[in-house]
């Protein structure tokens, strides 16, 4: 493959990309306040995961067959479950992680992954530190190039949830239901302005304060981002109450989702990463893996 043994001599600006990545304001891009969330990991606890610590980690893939030149490096933060992650062994866990791992085994090419800080993961980039990104950073709607860097396709979809108490009959799908919490300003308030226009929003200025209003009964429903809701509803605070409906996926209100970044000259490495993709989630893989953490599927073009 061309991008192999071309790209480790092709280096961006580290003070243009920095610049850049300050001025497009990717240090927010991802899944909305669902790391400001100090909770265990969901389902994973039930399924033997050990929990994740402070540290970094290197994990090299080798696949059989793979080619032995070029180790194609990744960067992911290590520090947002259940999407990248160190677990109590040392070791890099998470949805990103084995998404990483599925793409070098289809494209036989041996693989570094290191956890880096998330703010210095787009000037690593700039510096040739490593070649691509996966760090649930949000795409751009409708450009797959943005200044110095570069989009893939995406891996993961964004989708939204509804809860209720376990006490209540309050459905998602009522016509009659009271105001609806929701944190004000995200994701999950677009699509229930888009889809649900006949619901009353409440508007809660955090994640915490709107769980604090269910579990209260402040409000007798809330939407929020799924995978933050399975997390919550997996955590002792969350015992009293269940989801209620969902996954909802729509990537006008929600966003296309989350995929790999490399710099922006290097379109062979977006194109290998895109194809790579498209095989995998034609196969099934990427729906595999996300079942490994979540209770429903994240894989783009999902829908319910």
């Keep these: 493959m061309r991008w192999i043994t071309t790209w480790p001599h092709r280096r961006r600006s580290a003070v243009l990309l ?26 994973m606890l039930a399924d033997g995961v050990p929990l994740p610590v402070e540290g970094t980690q290197t994990d090299i893939i080798i696949p059989d067959g793979a080619d032995t030149g070029h180790m194609l490096r990744f960067a992911t933060e290590g520090a947002y479950p259940p999407f990248n992650f160190v677990d109590a062994t040392g070791a890099l866990r998470g949805i990103e992680i084995d998404i990483i791992h599925a793409v070098c ?12 800080a998330w703010d210095a993961l787009l000037p690593g980039l700039a510096r040739g530190d490593h070649e691509a990104v996966a760090a649930s950073i949000r795409l751009p709607e409708v450009d797959t190039v943005s200044g110095p860097v570069r989009y893939t396709q995406p891996y993961l979809s964004h989708a939204i949830a509804f809860a209720a108490r376990k006490d209540s009959d309050v459905l998602a799908a009522d016509t009659a239901v009271p105001p609806v919490g929701v944190v004000a300003g995200t994701r999950p308030a677009a699509w229930l302005a888009a889809h649900r226009p006949d619901l009353e929003m409440r508007p809660y200025p955090s994640a915490r304060a709107l769980y604090a209003g269910l579990i209260t009964g402040e409000v007798a429903l809330i939407v929020d981002d799924a995978v933050r809701l399975d997390r919550w509803l997996n955590d002792a605070s969350g015992t009293c109450c269940r989801m209620t409906g969902g996954p909802h996926f729509d990537d006008m209100a929600l966003g296309r989702g989350v995929g790999f970044v490399v710099a922006a000259e290097n379109e062979a490495l977006a194109a290998s990463l895109d194809a790579a993709l498209s095989r ?14 979540l209770p429903f599927p994240l894989a783009p073009g999902e829908d319910s």
């Design 18 to 43: 920095l610049l850049a990545f300050w001025a497009g304001g990717l240090v927010s891009a991802r899944i909305d306040g669902l790391a400001l969330m100090d909770l265990p990991y969901g389902r």
């Design 105 to 116: 085994a289809d494209l036989l090419v041996r693989c570094e992954i290191r956890a880096v």
């Design 280 to 293: 995998l989630r034609a196969a099934g893989r990427i729906d595999e893996i996300t079942d490994r953490y």
